[in-house]
C-alpha cells in the first residue's frame, strides 16, 4: 500500500528517528511563507453565515488563489473529525445549526449505521475575515475567503482515501482526542501530510471531556512530531468551545493553492461517482488554468475527449457555478458512461493543448482478496451490474471473473483491508439489493514450483492440493505494525503477536503511560480478526496501524472442505502449517453449526492432500419451521414456510447439500 508507507517512511525502524523530525516540521507547521511575504496580519474576524450560504448564485471570480484555501481534517479514528467538519460547515453557514444529520458529510448509510468515514467528502464554505498589516495602520475591510473542507476516513484501510485527499489541499487540521491522545493513526497521518509537504495545524479536540489532558497531549505532539505545543488549537466540537479559532487558523497558517491561472487547465481527477439522473459526476481539483461549461477537456489517462456538460462545487450539495478557477476544487460532469473512464489521479486538460501530466497517485495496493458470488446463480447479471456501479464509486476495489464449480459464476475482488471488505459487501447488499456469497478471504501468497515457475496465488482453489509433490517453495506478505497502548496491557498484546507468528522489532515508550511497538507481522495473520482481538484484550484503548512490508519465506498448505466427500473449491483455504488442525477443526465446527439438518446425513471434513485432519457429521432430519407453532391461524403456518422459502432462496447448493450464506459468512472469521 503506497498510503502506507507514507505513514511510517519517517517512522522506518526507529522511535528515535521519528523523535528526531526536525524543524523542517515545525517550520512547516507554523506561519506559512505566504503570510510573511504578503506581511499581514490576520484577525479573526467574522463567524457569521456568508449570504452565499443562501441560494443566491455563486461568482468564482471574486476569488482568486489568494482567497482559496484547501484543507483536509486527518485525524485517527473516532478523534472526531466528521464532528468538526460539521461545526465548520454551520459556523459559515453551509448547512444550518441542528440539520438533524450528525455527521453531515457522512452520507453513505453504512457510514452512517457504522459511525465511520469511508468516503472522503468534499464541502466548499465561504467565511469572512479581516486582514490587518503588520504596521498595524492599514486596517483593510474584511475579504470573503474559499474554503474547501475534505473530510478523510480514519479507519487504516480506508488512508487510500487519506493520500488521495491530501493530494489536492495546501494544509490539514490533525485532529486528536485530549483524553487519548496521538494513536497509531494520527502517527499514520501525521507522516502522510508530512510527507505532502502540507501545513499542519494540531487541533486538540472533546477539551469537554473529564479525563481531558491537553497538556499530555501537547507534550506528546511536541516529542513525536516536533510540532509547537502552542501553534495546538483546543476545542470541544461538541460545546463548540475554541471553534471560532479554527476558520482563522485555517486562512493565516495555510498557504494558498500554488497554481498559475495563466497557464492551460490542469485539472486533477479526485474522485468519481455515478449518478441516477446526471450519470458520471468527477471531483476535481483545478491546477492550473480555468475551466467552464461547454469546455472540451481530455484525458491523459485515456486519451478519450469529453464536454463539460455541467460544473460546480460541493455546497454542500452540487452547486453549478458555470466555471472552476485556478485552486478551486469541485465536480465536473462530463459525457463519461461510466466511472471505469474516470481514473483517478488522471489529469484533465483543455482540448487540443499539451500540458505535462500531474503526479497522479500510487495505485492501490489490495491486502486481502476474495471470491464474491451471486447466492442465486441467476442473479449474475444483476451482480455483475452492482459491482460495475459500486467500483465506479471505489476506484480501490480491483475485479477479475472467475469461476467455482461450487457456486458458479462470480468474481475475485481485492480489497484494503477486512474492513473494507465487509463494507463493500454491505454496501452491495444495500444499495443494490443483492444477496452475495463471499469466500474465505486470503492475501496474495507467491509459490514456486518445481519447475522454477513462480506464481501469485490469490485464490486457494487455483493451488493444486496435492502441493508438497510440486510446491518447493513459498512465500507470504508481512506489513509492519504499530501499535500504541497503555503500558498495562503490554503483556497481553506481546502474547497476541506472537500467537500470531509476529517479530517484535520495537518497544519503548512515548510518555510515563503508554508504549509503542512495531511488529512484523505475517498479512495473513492481521485481516482475520486481529484488531476486534487487540481491541478486546486492551479494553478497546489499543490503536494499530500497518504498513506493508516484504514477502518472507513460509510454510504454507492448502485446507480442503469436503461436503460428503465432495471439495468444496469455495471453501478452501492457504495457511500455516502449524495452524492447520485448529483451522481445520473451527471450520469444521462452524459449517457444522450453520447447516441445517438435510434428508440425509452429511459429513463435513477438513483436510490437507489426502489426510483428513477434522471430521464431523450433521444428522439427517429436515427443519420443521413448524414444531414450535401449537394449533393457530393457518396464514401464519404460511407465513413461515414462506419464510422458510425465502431463506431456502439464499442458500446455495453444492453438491446434494445446502448452505445458508451465514455459514460462508462465518468461515471468514476464523484466523
Ligand atoms: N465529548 C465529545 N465528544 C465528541 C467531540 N467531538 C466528537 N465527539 C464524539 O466522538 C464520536 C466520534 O466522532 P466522529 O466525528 O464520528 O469521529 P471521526 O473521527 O469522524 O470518526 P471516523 O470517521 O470513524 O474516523 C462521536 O460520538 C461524536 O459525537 C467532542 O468535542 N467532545
Known amino acids: 500500500m503506497g498510503l502506507l508507507k507514507r505513514a511510517s517512511r519517517a517512522l522506518k525502524s526507529s522511535l528515535s528517528s521519528r523523535f528526531a523530525i526536525t524543524s523542517a516540521v515545525s517550520e512547516r507547521c507554523g506561519r506559512s511563507p505566504l503570510c510573511s511575504n504578503l506581511l499581514v496580519r490576520w484577525q479573526g474576524y467574522c463567524s457569521h453565515p456568508h449570504p452565499r450560504s443562501t441560494n443566491a448564485s455563486i461568482d468564482l471570480s471574486q476569488y482568486p488563489t489568494e482567497l482559496i484555501r484547501n484543507f483536509s481534517i486527518i485525524a485517527h479514528v473516532d478523534h472526531g473529525k466528521s464532528t468538526l467538519a460539521d461545526r465548520l460547515l454551520e459556523l459559515t453557514g ?387 505494525a504499530t501499535i500504541i497502548i497503555p503500558s498495562e496491557y503490554v503483556g497481553p498484546v506481546i502474547t497476541l503477536c506472537s500467537e500470531r507468528r509476529g517479530e517484535q522489532l520495537e518497544y519503548s515508550f512515548i510518555d510515563s503511560q503508554r508504549a509503542f511497538m512495531k511488529y512484523r507481522l505475517p498479512l495473513r495473520e492481521i485481516v482475520v480478526d486481529f484488531y476486534n482481538e487487540l481491541k478486546s484484550i486492551t479494553s478497546g484503548y489499543a490503536s494499530f496501524d500497518y504498513e506493508d512490508a516484504d514477502y518472507q519465506a513460509s510454510d504454507l498448505v492448502k485446507l480442503d472442505i469436503l461436503l460428503n466427500g465432495q471439495p468444496v473449491d469455495a471453501m478452501a483455504a492457504i495457511v500455516h502449517n502449524l495452524k492447520a488442525q485448529r483451522v481445520g477443526r473451527e471450520l469444521v465446527e462452524k459449517l457444522k453449526k450453520h447447516i441445517d439438518r438435510q434428508m440425509f446425513e452429511i459429513t463435513i471434513q477438513a483436510a490437507i492432500g489426502s489426510k483428513i485432519i477434522a471430521r464431523d457429521t450433521v444428522s439427517a432430519m429436515r427443519k420443521n419451521v413448524l414444531a414450535k407453532c401449537y394449533g393457530g391461524d393457518v396464514s401464519r403456518k404460511r407465513k413461515l414456510l414462506e419464510k422458510q422459502k425465502e431463506g431456502k432462496k439464499r442458500m446455495k447448493r453444492i453438491g446434494s447439500v445446502d448452505i445458508p450464506q451465514e455459514a460462508f459468512h462465518e468461515l471468514l472469521k476464523v484466523s
Open 94 to 480: 453551509t448547512i444550518k445549526r441542528g440539520h438533524g444529520q450528525p455527521q453531515y458529510l457522512d452520507k453513505l448509510q453504512v457510514e452512517r449505521e457504522r459511525g465511520i468515514t469511508v468516503k472522503a467528502q468534499t464541502a466548499t464554505m465561504f467565511h469572512k475575515h479581516k486582514i490587518i498589516g503588520l504596521d498595524d495602520t492599514s486596517t483593510q475591510e474584511p475579504q470573503s475567503f474559499l474554503l474547501n473542507l475534505i473530510d478523510t476516513p480514519g479507519h487504516v484501510d480506508f488512508s487510500y482515501e487519506v493520500s488521495r485527499s491530501l493530494a489536492a489541499c495546501q494544509g490539514a487540521l490533525l485532529v486528536v482526542d485530549a483524553a487519548q491522545g496521538v494513536q497509531a493513526q494520527t502517527v499514520a497521518n501525521f507522516y502522510l501530510a508530512f510527507e505532502s509537504n502540507l501545513a499542519i495545524i494540531p487541533v486538540i479536540n472533546k477539551i469537554d471531556q473529564p479525563t481531558a489532558d491537553p497538556d499530555r497531549v501537547k507534550a506528546q505532539l511536541k516529542s513525536m512530531f516536533d510540532l509547537d505545543p502552542s501553534s495546538a488549537l483546543l476545542t470541544s466540537a461538541k460545546t463548540g468551545q475554541g471553534l471560532e479559532q479554527v476558520l482563522p487558523a485555517v486562512i493565516e497558517r495555510i498557504p494558498p493553492p500554488p497554481g498559475k491561472s495563466e497557464s492551460p487547465l490542469r485539472m486533477l481527477l479526485l474522485d468519481s461517482y455515478f449518478d441516477e439522473y446526471k450519470g458520471v459526476i468527477c471531483h476535481v481539483a483545478v491546477v492550473d488554468g480555468a475551466l467552464r461549461k461547454g469546455d472540451k477537456i481530455s484525458s491523459v489517462a485515456t486519451g478519450q475527449s469529453y464536454e463539460i456538460l455541467d460544473v460546480g462545487i460541493m455546497h454542500p450539495e452540487l452547486r453549478p457555478t458555470g466555471v472552476l478557477l485556478t485552486g478551486q476544487v469541485g465536480y465536473v460532469v462530463t459525457g463519461m458512461r461510466t466511472t471505469k473512464e474516470a481514473r483517478v489521479g488522471d489529469t484533465l486538460f483543455h482540448h487540443r493543448t499539451t500540458v505535462d501530466p500531474l503526479p497522479g497517485f500510487k495505485p492501490a495496493k489490495h491486502m486481502v482478496f476474495s471470491g464474491l458470488y451471486p447466492a442465486d446463480g441467476s442473479d449474475f447479471e444483476a451482480l455483475n451490474n452492482a459491482i460495475e456501479r459500486l467500483t465506479c464509486n471505489d476506484a480501490s476495489v480491483c475485479v477479475a471473473k472467475e469461476s467455482s464449480t461450487a457456486l458458479g459464476l462470480g468474481f475475485r475482488c481485492g480489497f484494503l483491508g477486512l474492513l473494507h471488505m465487509d463494507v463493500f459487501h454491505q454496501r452491495l447488499e444495500q444499495e443494490y439489493g443483492t444477496h452475495i456469497i463471499s469466500t474465505v478471504p486470503t492475501v496474495p501468497y507467491i509459490f514456486e514450483y518445481s519447475d522454477g515457475s513462480k506464481v501469485t496465488i490469490q485464490n486457494p482453489a487455483a493451488l493444486p492440493s496435492n502441493t508438497k509433490q510440486r510446491v518447493v517453495a513459498c512465500w507470504e506478505p508481512t506489513v509492519l
